[in-house]
């Protein structure tokens, strides 16, 4: 194929705009990716009150009319720059000029099915306004679900966008865009679509289900993850669907924006350093233990970090229990992150408990996690599942040695002799979820650290790993390729 293909992105968010999880990272990253592979790129998100005024935006059209359930809402299209790449924004303030994306103190907004049914919509309406001719949309998520199947049944309408593909990438198939029934007038289409072969889930509207269905291709963040999902344990219910669509189901591992992720070029961190100077690092730690009020009894003392959502799959039963557990050792623990309340409560009671010894850091703050990434011996990743994970790959960078659970896209990135046959040792994992494989790992990891001279060869092993977007994004540039061929389209 000799022209540019022309991928339009279809997501819910896309740093530095707006941000709410890695997925908007992902988003940001992947398009750099594909740009310098000489392809053609632009995004489409929401137009939200919450992006910053620093990114200017263009009127393209407005007042298209479209329609949502009984009802006809007029919606505008406008257009920004990131990374030299055009950014298209579907406006109704009704939706979208709220305080955050999905939901308030109060938990999810009560309307967030009519929001996202109508942003699908908007997306392929509003493909004769776009300032190019997409090949593909390139979906990402439940928010964008109903993506595929418009275009299957609406651009048949209009010759010329009746050859528009689509790519549907599953970041966390546990989130999958559940809404009850009496929703689906909202999306404008037939009930004849509200089977079991259709996007009907146990008696719920299922928007992800959509989006796997209709689309053109599939594809997951991690191999491993791929092959998970297609289990009982993993497949969150659709593991028989899935099974279903193997052949057009893909696993492409995240990567990695070595030019923000780089100790040797890091704006935010204390003091930069190298694969082979290491003298920075010990900086970054000291400035870490002063900052967060840790005792400062050695710096020699190991420090362990772990940075995540405060959700229940991330882990967090296993650090609760471990706790304690490594305060009798005196290991310094910061744990990053922001979520279930209760979760925020359990470790700020800990805080108190394990002074000098244990932080939280209530927030997700990129710059804080680069802080504390840069200046941890040790980052903990035990999450009962993990589609990709991204912490890791910061850690593996920045010299920080990874301990995490044999699943996902953890066990695609991080490597242990003692638990896989790569030949290499790049951190430390464990396989049986529970509080003592997890301690056992981490004991492991305390085994090296105390040898300096085998920590350093660890650490540089680490660092020398290489998981930048350019790898995936040839990937991700085959899979497109093998869609307008034809080749993946078993609908």
Not at 336 to 348: C, E, H, K, M
């Amino acid at each position: 194929m000799d022209q540019k293909i022309r991928i339009l992105v279809a997501a819910s968010e896309v740093s530095p705009l707006v941000r709410t999880s890695y997925v908007a990272d992902v988003i940001s990253s992947l398009p750099q990716a594909l740009q310098r592979l000489g392809m053609c790129i632009s995004l489409v998100i929401p137009r939200y009150s919450l992006i910053p005024d620093s990114f200017t935006q263009e009127c393209i059209v407005d007042n298209i009319a479209i329609s949502i359930g009984e009802k006809i809402k007029h919606a505008g299209l406008y257009r920004t720059t990131l990374n030299n790449m055009s950014v298209y924004l579907v406006d109704m303030p009704d939706y979208y000029h709220r305080n955050s994306i999905y939901c308030d103190e109060n938990g999810d907004y009560p309307d967030n099915a009519e929001r996202f049914i109508f942003f699908s919509r908007a997306v392929v309406e509003l493909l004769p306004y776009y300032q190019f001719e997409p090949d593909i949309i390139h979906c990402n998520d439940w928010q964008t679900g109903l993506i595929p199947l418009y275009l299957k049944r609406f651009g048949q309408c209009n010759g010329k966008y009746r050859n528009v593909k689509s790519l549907f990438t599953v970041h966390n198939l546990s989130k999958q865009g559940l809404f009850w029934r009496f929703d689906m007038h909202l999306t404008g289409l037939p009930w004849s679509y509200f089977t079991s072969e259709g996007i009907e889930f146990y008696g719920d509207i299922n928007l992800l289900k959509a989006g796997l269905l209709y689309s053109n291709a599939i594809n997951t963040v991690s191999p491993r993850y791929c092959k998970e999902i297609q289990t009982s344990e993993f497949g969150c219910g659709l593991e028989g669907v899935l099974q279903s669509l193997k052949p057009k189901l893909y696993g492409i591992l995240n990567g990695v924006n070595y030019d923000l992720w780089d100790p040797q070029s890091s704006s935010v961190i204390p003091a930069q350093y190298t694969i082979h100077d290491h003298s920075g690092k010990r900086l970054c730690k000291t400035e870490l233990l002063k900052n967060t009020g840790l005792v400062n009894k050695s710096i020699h003392d190991p420090l362990i970090a772990m940075i995540s959502p405060l959700y229940s799959h991330k882990g967090l039963d296993l650090l609760e229990f471990i706790l304690p557990s490594l305060a009798d050792q005196g290991i310094y623990v910061i744990l990053q992150g922001v979520g279930d309340r209760n979760y925020v409560r359990i470790f700020s009671e800990m805080e108190k408990r394990f002074s000098g010894l244990f932080r939280f850091i209530n927030n997700l703050d990129s710059e804080t996690t680069q802080q504390v990434i840069a200046g941890s011996d040790f980052l903990l990743n035990p999450s009962r599942f993990e589609p990709c994970g991204l912490n890791q790959m910061y850690a593996l960078r920045f010299g920080t040695m990874p301990i995490v659970h044999q699943t996902g896209g953890l066990d695609n990135t991080v490597f242990d002799s003692k638990t896989d046959d790569s030949g290499i040792q790049t951190g430390f994992k464990f396989k049986e979820y529970s509080s003592e494989a997890l301690l056992d790992a981490i004991n492991r990891g305390l085994v090296v650290y105390q040898d300096a001279a085998a920590f350093t060869h660890l650490r540089q092993t680490a660092m020398s790993q290489d998981f930048s977007w350019s790898q995936s994004a040839l990937q991700y540039l085959d899979l497109y390729k093998k869609i307008l061929d034809d080749t993946l389209d078993v609908s």
